[in-house]
């Protein structure tokens, strides 16, 4: 009873989220200021009006973009990387941060899987799913909990279809590649009668061992451990072979008072273990996902949205024939929003979240005991818009219960943040915005102890750890205007109690690993993020653009600097729009990172030259193919942000061919 007095006690606050999103040029075509950010706020929110950072990647960037994990697909967005853990398993990394503080979403509900306790997990969703995906960078913890105090990242697919359906529609892609032997073919369709709306798609991808230009070990680590690096033209990074098949469906009524239905997916994907020759992984998900919308009058709400999955997963590790470890995750989440309307540029909304689901591990490599976790999550925004200026701001309390067999802990966490924003003049959008967020322990921060040896560490957790608590301060600037379209970005965050994982002196007998204990310190990050765009000639269809964006983040702890931060980048393109055709070429800069943890190595910066070109020939511009060119310079590129940077550079130089087409 107490707690949910707590949750109607805050559901009753008038404050609202503090900024969502910011214009992206992941898209090629020129920003659309009437679009709207989906993730972060139930309300509308236009791209040109926001006070934080956001990318969007759409269908059109998804039918041309490589084949790979999440992580992968979305590195090189400005304050983006990825964990890469050889093509099998990517996560997003979003300033610096990654694991259990960025929360990766399909379709606003968590993914309900074990993605976030090592980086060898795979993603239980591929971008080929998506129709698009938004990455909020920074705090969002106001929408999605404390598991989002780094960032967002939100795959939204149409599988359960919101608009009435003409007919039957559809998209089918299919590509090649070399380097890794790759084939991929996706396809998607829906088919009306009447209110009923139906839908059906399927995901196949196939990879073998994929090429670098030199020795899979790094210089620094042979160096630092005097072992051999042959010189060789050409090599491949062995186990790195990846075989997917995802496949589900949905069915959704839409009649006058909004819509509502059902879906289910099944996700069942072998990849190789990089690190270890002998080791491959099986990742089996079956998930069932429920969501709607109601129009109502309901005293101040207008609106009821509500979204909610299920998901049994599983996750096992195999060690040649046999089974070494098996990871298991089940449960649920759900949300349920009442939305305001627009009163004279005043919108906000009310809203509930729930989740319970188990997580364990059983075998020789079991690193967490069985833990049930349940939480509990009421939020409300607001936002007042005047046109020349306006104020936004939010609250949310959160009660997370994590019990295992080493201790049962309660979290109450209280999020809050405010920000105000300025339209100084014609195409510029000037906003600020403060947040305070707090994160409660993840189960392996609390309860792990044992061998890693995806990442050759010897966890022990701490099942006395307080709360991670965050503030956060976040500049924006949009501007957009004749030729120029920019967006820069600023950000600080100070973290009381930040919870890193630090190598001690003591090394396991058995396992020979370095023995690592998560601790809790005081950090601070800081950087910036800029985005820019200049359309130097335009005659009807036909036009040529420059692109240009850079990213920087800096982490400091009372115990040094923070393991595997990226370091600085800067990435150029020129782009040339032909009507029926476009080309690019684009060349991406990124730096050394020296800035290391204790027992961690620095990195090499390197420069990476890509080219592509996609055309729609005929008549119908629903054909569409395409030719791309990655790492045509075949640098030797290593992600810092991964634990297999020394073990697995970035693939080398490859090419792709496909073609894709809408109905």
Request: aromatic residues 10%; glycine residues 12%.
């Amino acid at each position: 009873m107490y707690r949910f007095r707590l949750l109607a006690a805050a559901s009753l606050v008038p404050l609202g989220l503090a900024g969502l999103a910011a214009p992206a040029w992941a898209d090629d075509a020129p920003k659309e200021v009437s679009e709207v950010v989906v993730t972060g706020a139930p309300y509308v929110v236009s791209m040109d009006s926001t006070t934080t950072s956001v990318d969007v990647v759409k269908r059109d960037d998804l039918d041309t973009a490589p084949p790979a994990g999440l992580g992968d697909v979305l590195s090189g967005l400005p304050g983006v990387r990825s964990t890469f853990f050889g093509p099998g398993a990517s996560r997003p990394v979003i300033r610096g941060l990654a694991g259990p503080r960025v929360l990766v979403l399909t379709n606003g509900v968590g993914m309900i899987d074990a993605s976030a306790l090592s980086p060898d997990h795979q993603v239980a969703t591929d971008p080929q799913e998506a129709e698009r995906i938004e990455v909020l960078r920074g705090p969002s913890a106001l929408a999605y909990g404390g598991s989002a105090i780094g960032g967002v990242v939100n795959v939204i697919d149409d599988r359960i279809p919101n608009k009435i359906v003409d007919g039957f529609h559809g998209r089918m892609l299919a590509s090649g590649s070399s380097g890794d032997r790759g084939q991929m073919a996706s396809a998607a369709f829906k088919f009306g009668a009447g209110d009923w709306v139906f839908s059906l798609d399927g995901l196949r991808r196939e990879s073998g061992d994929y090429e670098v230009p030199v020795d899979q070990l790094s210089r620094r680590l042979a160096e630092a451990e005097g072992l051999p690096r042959p010189l060789r033209e050409t090599t491949k990074v062995a186990n790195s072979a990846v075989e997917l098949t995802n496949y589900g469906g949905g069915v959704s009524y839409v009649g006058s008072l909004g819509y509502g239905g059902v879906s289910i997916k099944k996700t069942d994907t072998t990849y190789g273990v990089a690190a270890e020759e002998d080791v491959t992984i099986g990742l089996e998900q079956t998930r069932v996902d429920a969501q709607g919308e109601l129009n109502l009058d309901l005293g101040p709400f207008e609106k009821l949205r509500f979204a909610g999955g299920w998901a049994d997963y599983t996750h096992t590790e195999y060690e040649g024939e046999e089974v070494g470890t098996t990871f298991y995750s089940d449960g649920w989440e759900a949300r349920l929003e009442l939305v305001q309307p627009d009163r004279d540029g005043w919108q906000g909304a009310v809203g509930f979240q729930a989740l319970k689901k188990s997580i364990d591990a059983v075998g020789e490599e079991a690193l967490i005991p069985k833990t049930d976790i349940a939480e509990y999550g009421v939020f409300t925004l607001q936002r007042l818009d005047r046109d020349a200026w306006g104020i936004e701001g939010g609250l949310r309390l959160d009660q997370r219960t994590l019990d295992s067999v080493i201790a049962k802990r309660d979290f109450t966490n209280v999020s809050g943040s405010v920000g105000a924003f300025l339209r100084p003049a014609e195409g510029w959008f000037l906003g600020i915005s403060g947040s305070r967020t707090s994160r409660a322990p993840s189960e392996e921060e609390l309860f792990s102890e044992g061998p890693h040896p995806a990442t050759q560490q010897f966890e022990v957790g701490d099942a006395g750890l307080d709360e991670e608590i965050s503030y956060s301060l976040d500049a924006t600037a949009h501007y957009s205007g004749g030729p120029w379209s920019v967006d820069l970005h600023a950000f600080a965050v100070k973290y009381d109690g930040f919870i890193d994982l630090r190598a001690s002196a003591d090394v396991d007998a058995e396992s020979g690993f370095r023995v690592y204990r998560f601790v809790q310190t005081d950090a601070t990050f800081y950087g910036a993020e800029a985005e820019a765009s200049y359309r130097l000639w335009q005659d009807g269809e036909r036009s040529f653009r420059l692109e240009g964006a850079a990213d920087y983040v800096r982490g400091e702890t009372d115990l040094g600097a923070p393991p595997r931060i990226p370091p600085w980048s800067a990435t150029g393109r020129a782009v040339f729009e032909g009507g029926w055709w476009t080309g690019k070429l684009e060349l991406r800069q990124v730096g050394g990172q020296s800035r290391v943890a204790q027992y961690e190595l620095p990195t090499d910066g390197y420069r990476m030259l890509n080219a592509s070109i996609s055309a729609t020939p005929f008549a119908d511009r629903n054909l569409k193919v395409f030719f791309e060119a990655r790492n045509l310079n075949d640098a030797e590129a290593r992600e810092h942000a991964s634990f297999l940077k020394d073990y697995a550079p970035l693939p080398g130089r490859s090419f792709r061919i496909g073609a894709g087409y809408r109905f």
